[in-house]
């Protein structure tokens, strides 16, 4: 079994048309909590409607760059 250090980190992904949650909801977590990665995707609602393939890309990208920090600090 791989010997990580698993550390908190946080992603938010906020739609700039999101009709339910404000946009600047998404920007007032990201002054208060630490470790936290903002991305807004220009023109997506609150369900990502047409903004799908984005939505995967950063949450993938933003998986493997903690795997890939964790496996760094475990060395």
């Given at each position: 079994?791989?010997?990580?250090?698993i550390?908190?980190?946080?992603?938010?992904?906020?739609g700039s048309s999101d009709e339910i949650i404000?946009?600047?909801d998404a920007n007032e977590f990201a002054k208060?909590?630490?470790?936290?990665?903002?991305h807004i995707i220009?023109?997506?609602?609150?369900?990502?409607n047409n903004?799908?393939?984005e939505l995967s890309s950063v949450f993938m990208s933003f998986i493997k760059e903690t795997?890939?920090?964790s496996k760094s600090t475990a060395s």
């Open positions: 079994m791989p010997n990580y250090i550390y908190d980190r946080v992603l938010t992904i906020h404000p946009v600047q208060i909590i630490p470790n936290h990665k903002l220009e023109g997506a609602d609150h369900a990502y903004h799908q393939d795997i890939d920090h």
